[in-house]
């Protein structure tokens, strides 16, 4: 039954009040929105920032990679954001539950020199690992 807001004396045809769904979805769907738009711009990839080279024969990886080693453009190392040494690297793969499905994705600047990548290389197959892939730009 409709509230009615004030009685008229003499008038049946009172005032009804109603509640607007449309403008209630309309707030709904823009605090969703910025909701959605506030909590991507508070992530951010954790990435030591490097330049990737170009490569025209590379097939896309479908999977992510569980572990990614970065090469910068000093030959520094790194690790989730930690400098790590050729050693660590072998011994924190070695430590890995399976180093046969493991997966590790090395991106190397197109400035690093080809001896730190393959000493980084060399230290993930010296682990066992065998699925070893490089990131490079399209």
């Known amino acids: 039954m409709p509230v009615?807001?004030?009685s008229r004396s003499g008038d049946d045809e009172g005032d009804e009040a109603r509640i607007e769904i449309v403008p209630l979805i309309d707030i709904m769907f823009f605090l969703l929105a910025a909701f959605m738009l506030v909590s991507l711009s508070m992530t951010h990839m954790q990435r030591v920032p490097i330049n990737l080279p170009q490569a025209s024969t590379g097939l896309p990886d479908s999977k992510t990679p569980p572990?990614?080693?970065a090469i910068d453009a000093n030959g520094v190392t790194t690790w989730?954001?930690?400098?790590?040494?050729l050693s660590e690297i072998t011994n924190r793969l070695k430590s890995s539950a399976s180093t046969a499905e493991t997966r590790v994705m090395i991106s190397a600047d197109e400035e690093a020199r080809h001896k730190q990548v393959l000493g980084v290389l060399n230290a993930v197959r010296a682990a066992g690992v065998e699925k070893v892939s490089f990131e490079t730009k399209d």
């Open 4 to 6: 009615q807001l004030q």
């Open 80 to 85: 989730d954001q930690k400098i790590v040494t």
């Open 67 to 69: 572990y990614q080693i």
